[in-house]
């Protein structure tokens, strides 16, 4: 069950895990029906149901029942990011409070569901909210996805190994260093690499 005034939750939040398991297993369908649901997915019956209005909230699905490109990152090798991900979306206004409510203890995330949502402590929502966020949280990777968000990756030069002498010490003995990330052109003209370095040390360094 999910309404537009709470964060996603379902009061079978065990069909969850079933569906999330299915999802990966079967092929991506065209759209996302109750009908999928009970017949590829082979979950027939009133509690999964729940489960499309929780999968549109957290990102999987947009509003006509269309898988999404998270949807689809789930099913491959990127699914413990978009899982993370997906959590993130859904429950926005808990990451707003603690950025690492993922790690948060039982009685700390009901806590953090209380205060975002404003719901009465030890309620049966609140209760099944906080198991809804454990039972997508445990296909996430959170480390995956902090990987996948940060800046591709460059060469990276160190200040110390470009400047002449001790250009990085100051005053008192205290070093400063700095790590550039660049992202170099393809070629194969080494001229290309060696202009860069060169404006680099003439512009940044000194």
Do not use: C, W
Not at 18 to 40: G, H, M
Not at 161 to 190: C, F, M, Q, R, W
């Amino acid at each position: 069950m999910t309404d537009n005034n709470s964060l996603p939750y379902l009061n079978a939040y065990g069909s969850l895990t079933k569906v999330l398991d299915k999802i990966k297993e079967a092929e991506t369908p065209n759209r996302f029906s109750q009908d999928y649901l009970a017949t590829t997915l082979q979950l027939p019956g009133g509690s999964p149901k729940p489960v499309i209005p929780f999968l549109k909230r957290t990102g999987f699905l947009a509003s006509d029942g269309t898988p999404t490109e998270l949807y689809k990152r789930f099913r491959g090798a990127q699914s413990g990011a978009a899982a993370a991900e997906a959590l993130r979306i859904g429950y926005k206004p808990i990451y707003r409070i603690n950025e690492f409510a993922h790690d948060a203890s039982d009685p700390k995330l009901r806590d953090l569901i209380v205060q975002a949502t404003g719901a009465k402590k030890g309620s049966k929502i609140v209760v099944a909210t906080a198991a809804s966020f454990k039972a997508l949280n445990a296909f996430a990777d959170h480390t995956a996805m902090a990987q996948d968000a940060a800046p591709g990756a460059g060469e990276e030069i160190d200040r110390g190994d470009l400047a002449d002498g001790d250009g990085g010490e100051l005053a008192g003995g205290i070093k400063l260093g700095y790590t550039i990330n660049l992202h170099l052109p393809p070629t194969s003209e080494v001229a290309v690499f060696d202009a860069i370095f060169r404006s680099l040390k003439e512009h940044l360094i000194r």
